[in-house]
T-cell receptor, first 116, second 115 residues
Framework: DTGVSQNPRHKITKRGQNVTFRCDPI?????LYWYRQTLGQGPEFLTY????????KSRLLSDRFSAERPKGSFSTLEIQRTEQGDSAMYLC??????????????FGPGTRLTVL | AQSVAQPEDQVNVAEGNPLTVKCTYS??????LFWYVQYPNRGLQFLLK??????LVKGSYGFEAEFNKSQTSFHLKKPSALVSDSALYFC?????????????FGRGTQLTVWP
């Protein structure tokens, strides 16, 4: 068990460019979450996958954002036409198998995005 | 709307003294409650959670938290603080009965333990 990993750890891009982040959950975790954290704030929920199905999306996830989990393992989060307001830490979490409502989310180290 | 409040942006304590980081919540029903810790440029590390049962929950690194239903609070405590406990602490809630599982976080409390 190597924990949740995220790549890249840092991304600097120019406004208007597209970026893609990857999250590898703890193996056999069937639930995967994306959150966004801006300076001075707690993480805010973006989207949730159970296996390959995207079951919930926050209103924060505008049309420029898309997330996938094609085989129910790793996930990608893409931001198109980045804006300076997209600058944030993007966190991925996965939760223990077995389901129920008491599973614990374990977080990756995050990808820090800076949009110039 | 669900909300989590951490009324103190900063808490400063001397090493060896007890520490408390406060959390109150306003959600539908009785939620599951969590504490996470974040070190600089790192993700969140799980400390402890309250599901049901004993109101005092023990977690990692000597931390514990007390659930108070009437006050809708879940304060994080440690009897004797260490300098290495200095970090950003987040309280979070998850709705009981929800299968979707999103966490609602407070804004965080910066804990500084000075030698």
């Amino acid at each position: 068990d190597t924990g949740v990993s995220q790549n890249p750890r840092h991304k600097i891009t120019k406004r208007g460019q597209n970026v893609t982040f990857r999250c590898d959950p703890i193996s056999e975790h069937n639930r995967l979450y994306w959150y966004r954290q801006t300076l001075g704030q707690g993480p805010e929920f973006l989207t949730y996958f159970q296996n390959e199905a995207q079951l919930e999306k926050s209103r924060l996830l505008s049309d420029r954002f898309s997330a996938e989990r094609p085989k129910g393992s790793f996930s990608t989060l893409e931001i198109q036409r980045t804006e300076q307001g997209d600058s944030a830490m993007y966190l991925c979490a996965s939760s223990t198998p077995g389901g129920g409502t008491t599973d614990t989310q374990y977080f990756g180290p995050g990808t820090r995005l800076t949009v110039l | 709307a669900q909300s989590v409040a951490q009324p103190e942006d900063q808490v400063n304590v001397a090493e060896g003294n007890p520490l408390t980081v406060k959390c109150t919540y306003s959600v539908s029903g009785n939620p599951y409650l969590f504490w996470y810790v974040q070190y600089p440029n790192r993700g969140l590390q799980f400390l402890l959670k309250y599901i049901t049962g004993d109101n005092l929950v023990k977690g990692s690194y000597g931390f514990e938290a007390e659930f108070n239903k009437s006050q809708t609070s879940f304060h994080l405590k440690k009897p004797s603080a260490l300098v290495s406990d200095s970090a950003l602490y987040f309280c979070a809630v998850r709705l009981r009965g929800s299968t979707l599982g999103r966490l609602y976080f407070g804004r965080g409390t910066q804990l500084t333990v000075w030698p």
